[in-house]
């Protein structure tokens, strides 16, 4: 990690939490711990923070570098992972099927006019789901 990057207040913390464990394993006096944690809390570098543990034996306690995340704004994780489908297309051709050969035309209408609302429907309904993912992801 470059030493000029800003650190956050959960890493200010681990560092006086590690501090405080040198303390109490006797490597640290009070006054030494006292002038190391107000200097923790004031630091606003990685370099500052390391220099505060130098000395001491252990890792250095900043949290590794997150993973680059893919810059393409790809589908999230979860739409790789389709589940199998019943192949709806056949029950519907065997549906069809039955009304033709009943000679139930009025029926077949009826059946139309129900798939284009269910269709419409579900359009709408993604339509409303994919405009809430975006905005609760551009957000973050």
């Given at each position: 990690?470059?030493?000029?990057?800003?650190?956050?207040?959960?890493?200010?913390?681990?560092?006086t939490a590690r501090l405080r464990d040198h303390y109490a394993e006797g490597?640290?006096?009070?006054?030494?711990?006292?002038?190391?944690?107000?200097?923790?809390?004031?630091?606003?570098?990685?370099?500052?923070?390391?220099?505060?543990?130098?000395?001491?034996?252990?890792?250095?306690?900043?949290?590794?570098?997150?993973?680059?995340?893919?810059?393409?704004?790809?589908?999230?994780?979860?739409?790789?992972?389709?589940?199998?489908?019943?192949?709806?297309?056949?029950f519907v051709l065997i549906g069809l099927i039955l009304l033709l050969a009943?000679?139930?035309?009025?029926?077949?209408?009826?059946?139309?006019?129900?798939?284009?609302?269910?269709?419409?429907?579900?359009?709408?309904?993604?339509?409303?789901?994919?405009?809430?993912?975006?905005?609760?992801?551009?957000?973050?």
């Open positions: 990690m470059d030493d000029r990057m800003r650190v956050s207040d959960a890493d200010r913390e681990a560092l490597r640290l006096t009070q006054d030494e711990l006292d002038e190391r944690v107000s200097a923790a809390l004031s630091a606003k570098t990685i370099g500052d923070l390391r220099s505060l543990t130098t000395d001491l034996p252990g890792p250095v306690p900043l949290p590794p570098r997150a993973a680059a995340r893919p810059s393409w704004g790809g589908p999230p994780p979860w739409r790789h992972h389709r589940h199998h489908r019943p192949p709806v297309g056949l009943s000679g139930g035309g009025w029926a077949l209408f009826a059946l139309f006019k129900l798939i284009l609302v269910f269709w419409l429907v579900m359009m709408l309904t993604r339509i409303v789901i994919g405009l809430v993912y975006r905005r609760r992801h551009r957000s973050r």
